[in-house]
Structures are given as structure tokens and as C-alpha cells.
Nanobody, 117 residues
């Protein structure tokens, strides 16, 4: 099993920045791509950004140029969010895909990000 613990959410004004962290523990050798998803009220959960063990990144079009995902050797994944917009308001979830394809993934508990005007 793998446990994911997120931190760093909060309230920020539009144009501001936040940095989310997600620390993985347990059998971390069994995880592959890690990333961040978000879910706003009344909307489906969507991928924000992901990063492979080798550092290949993928971003949603809505955050390209504003958000940066990174990962360290201890499998802590970060999401640096700059120039935040009110539409970025959501619960952000850390995700870690299992190394064996098709066997699912692990999720963190979620952290609230609220961007005010």
C-alpha cells in the first residue's frame, strides 16, 4: 500500500501563488506516474498535471505556463501554481498510478484551493 499526504492548499487572491506538496509513503517502489487532479463544485474531476519517474510532464491546457509539477527522489510531488485565477478554485487531489497498468491508483485526501477576486 501507498499513502499520499497533501499539504499547501489555502486561500489566495487572484494573481497570487501557492505550492502544493504530496508526500508518498509505504511501498513507493510500486508507483509510476504521479500527478494532481482537481474537482470544482458541480464538475468532474480533471487532470491538472502529471510527471513520470523520468521527469516527463503533462499539463492541462488551462494551466500551461502557470503551473509547474515536479518530483523528487523520495516520490514527493509538488505543484507550483502561479498567476492563480478564480477558476482554479477546487479541491486538489494527489494521485499515484500503480506500476502495473490497469490495477488502479492511489489518491490523497484532497486539499482545498480557493482563489478570490
Amino acid at each position: 500500500q501507498v499513502q499520499l499526504v497533501e499539504s499547501g492548499g489555502g486561500l489566495v487572491q487572484a494573481g497570487g501563488s501557492l505550492r502544493l506538496s504530496c508526500a508518498a509513503s509505504g511501498m513507493t517502489f510500486t508507483i509510476n506516474v504521479m500527478g494532481w487532479y482537481r474537482q470544482a463544485p458541480g464538475k468532474q474531476r480533471e487532470l491538472v498535471a502529471s510527471i513520470s519517474p523520468g521527469g516527463t510532464t503533462n499539463y492541462a491546457d488551462s494551466v500551461k505556463g502557470r503551473f509547474t509539477v515536479s518530483r523528487d527522489i523520495r516520490n514527493t510531488v509538488y505543484l507550483q501554481m502561479n498567476n492563480l485565477k478564480p477558476e482554479d478554485t477546487a479541491v486538489y487531489y494527489c494521485n499515484a498510478e500503480k506500476l502495473v497498468r490497469g490495477t488502479g491508483s492511489y489518491w490523497g485526501q484532497g486539499t482545498q484551493v480557493t482563489v478570490s477576486l
